[in-house]
């Protein structure tokens, strides 16, 4: 599929969105791995999940910077 640069457009900033609210997601879980009252397989859990999410979204950042700057979604996966 070819995208027009409008269609371009709106992917990256669903993706801006969707990597906000993935960072979102992250402090949460951030906040329930230091939360000492959890048990500690649950912190765990909940910084590895944080993490995760975080490069999630340095992901989506990236390929929304890409797009904005002339790159093919196509070429990146979407």
């Known amino acids: 599929m070819r995208f027009t640069r409008s269609q371009a457009t ?6 801006d969105k969707a990597a906000d609210d993935k960072t979102k997601a992250a402090r949460s879980g951030d906040a329930h791995a230091a939360n000492t009252t959890n048990s500690d397989l649950s912190r765990q859990q909940a910084g590895a999940a944080a993490s995760i999410l975080r490069g999630q979204a340095d992901d989506m950042r990236a390929d929304a910077a890409a ?5 093919d979604p196509t070429g990146l996966g979407y």
Do not use: K, V
């Open 10 to 15: 709106d992917l990256a900033t669903s993706l």
């Open 67 to 71: 797009i904005r700057d002339g790159a």
